[in-house]
């Protein structure tokens, strides 16, 4: 199928035609989770967009390379040039090992992705193992002339990069700008040339855990050099895609396209994504305002902002039923939506399985099957337009619904056609999968011999005309929440949440 996808650029600030640099291989690097506490649902959004953005590549028949980063050094406190490594940090306080922290947390992140639904990406580099890709990237930019030696450690020189280049070209802001709004940072007074300059390398305290020999100081690489370096180590020069959240496009995402010009002379990335914000009263949610819940937390239902639990593909949808460039505002009235709106779609797709195909269509159920799998390409190709995937999958529920009623007719082909055009979008594309205690399969199948049993058994006092035990029958398992119906084809009965 030829590819019609068009994705919002960042640095454009329009939608651009995906032609990827070396078709059919596409390079993608998404900045991945500093691993200090346990993934929240902060770090759920960006990995459940690029997941959907890798699996739709790949549907689309390209040879996808995705490469996420594990930042497990150098990003300080603030995310400024001073202060202490937050990893360290934590280190400290639990009187272990930094990289007992770092990895304890990246298996909590894998646990909580691997439960969301997000396939591993195709490598995964870790900051610590990557020293000397960021010390080679330092020295090319202090031999290109836009960095400076202070007192062991290394800065990125703004203001000669800016006579060559421009400095704020992914943000927006003008140089004067971000000057102005680095008048009032303190750090690294007395080393920086210019406020708004940038670490490359940082000269470490005496009490600093985490240092490297280089040949400007012991020390530790500063934030920004660790996705240029290792975007660049494996996927090139230049690659396709670098993703992220939205609150790294300044300063970390400048930075890159900075150290890369800095480096290299050239752009390395030729489309930049982020996904938006999830909030929480309006206000982003983050470790470091406070008022984040942990993944686990939304699993379990122990938070104090939690009504009940949700389920991982609850929140996975809740994700998916908004554009992954809007924001998403976290209530439990909206996970409660998505926790219905997931449960009709695999209640209809489990539905499917017990219709019955007739000779022909009614006219507006071939209308809505023959037009299903382009409307669906149509919004997937429109930078991953998923609200409207759902909506049109939603419309098919509506149609399924009817089928079981019996108040519309389907032939074999166009029966196929929505099984098949169902289970592409939910699963293979948007990575929706059947949950216990979440969709009709994984409940109909615990309860369905026992429900037939009874079913059997009502058939059989329907026969002796014993209408009192029928309806009893009928009645009784409504009460436990069973919908059963009588139709001129045989029975049939759905477990109601």
Not at 113 to 129: F, K, N, V, Y
Not at 357 to 381: F, H, P, W
Request: glycine fraction near 8%.
């Amino acid at each position: 199928m030829e590819s019609r996808l068009v994705i919002y650029n960042t640095l454009t600030r329009q939608k651009e035609r995906f032609e990827p640099l070396h078709a059919p291989n596409v390079g993608m690097y998404v900045c991945g989770p500093t691993v200090y506490g346990d993934p929240h649902l902060g770090h759920a959004r960006p990995a459940i967009t690029f997941d959907l953005v890798f699996r739709y590549l790949k549907h689309l028949g390209y040879k996808v390379r995705y490469v996420r980063n594990i930042t497990d050094v150098g990003h300080l406190e603030h995310d400024a040039d001073e202060g202490e490594d937050k990893i360290a940090k934590k280190a400290r306080l639990e009187q272990l090992e930094p990289m007992e922290i770092a990895q304890y947390y990246t298996n909590r992140y894998h646990q909580a992705m691997d439960a969301l639904g997000c396939e591993r990406p195709s490598i995964e580099p870790h900051a610590t193992g990557h020293i000397i890709e960021q010390q080679q990237l330092v020295q090319q930019i202090l031999d290109n002339g836009f960095a400076y030696e202070s007192n062991g450690s290394i800065y990125f020189d703004i203001e000669a990069y800016n006579k060559k280049y421009h400095y704020g070209i992914l943000s927006g802001r003008s140089l004067e700008n971000i000057k102005d709004a680095s008048r009032d940072n303190l750090d690294g007074v007395g080393e920086k040339r210019n406020q708004a300059d940038f670490a490359l390398w940082k000269k470490a305290q005496p009490e600093h855990i985490m240092r490297w020999p280089s040949p400007w100081s012991d020390g530790f690489p500063g934030w920004h050099c660790e996705c240029t370096a290792m975007g660049r180590k494996y996927l090139g020069e230049e690659f396709d895609i670098h993703g992220g959240g939205m609150d790294l496009v300044f300063p970390h995402h400048e930075c890159e396209i900075a150290q890369a010009f800095g480096s290299m002379g050239h752009q390395a990335v030729k489309y930049w994504m982020h996904n938006n914000m999830i909030t929480i009263g309006g206000q982003k949610m983050g470790k470091s305002l406070g008022n984040f819940i942990t993944l686990e937390q939304f699993f379990t239902g122990n938070h104090k902002l939690l009504e009940k639990a949700y389920s991982p593909m609850t929140i996975r949808f809740f994700i998916l039923s908004a554009h992954y460039r809007g924001t998403v505002d976290f209530s439990n009235e909206a996970l409660e939506a998505a926790e219905k709106g997931l449960d009709k779609l695999l209640n209809a797709i489990s539905d499917l399985e017990r219709i019955q195909a007739g000779d022909k269509c009614d006219a507006e159920t071939e209308m809505v099957v023959k037009s299903l799998r382009q409307k669906c390409y149509d919004a997937m190709n429109d930078d991953f337009a998923t609200p409207q995937v759902i909506s049109h999958l939603f419309e098919a529920c509506t149609v399924v619904n009817k089928l079981i009623d019996h108040k519309a007719t389907i032939c074999a082909d166009c029966l196929k056609k929505l099984k098949e055009t169902m289970h592409l979008f939910t699963f293979d594309i948007l990575g929706l999968k059947a949950e216990k205690g979440n969709s009709s399969d994984a409940r109909e199948e615990a309860y369905g011999k026992v429900v037939d049993m009874v079913l059997e058994l009502r058939a059989k006092a329907r026969a002796e005309k014993d209408w009192a035990t029928c309806d009893k029958i009928r009645d009784e398992l409504k009460e436990a929440g069973f919908e059963v119906k009588d139709t001129k084809d045989g029975v049939t009965w759905k477990l109601n949440k």
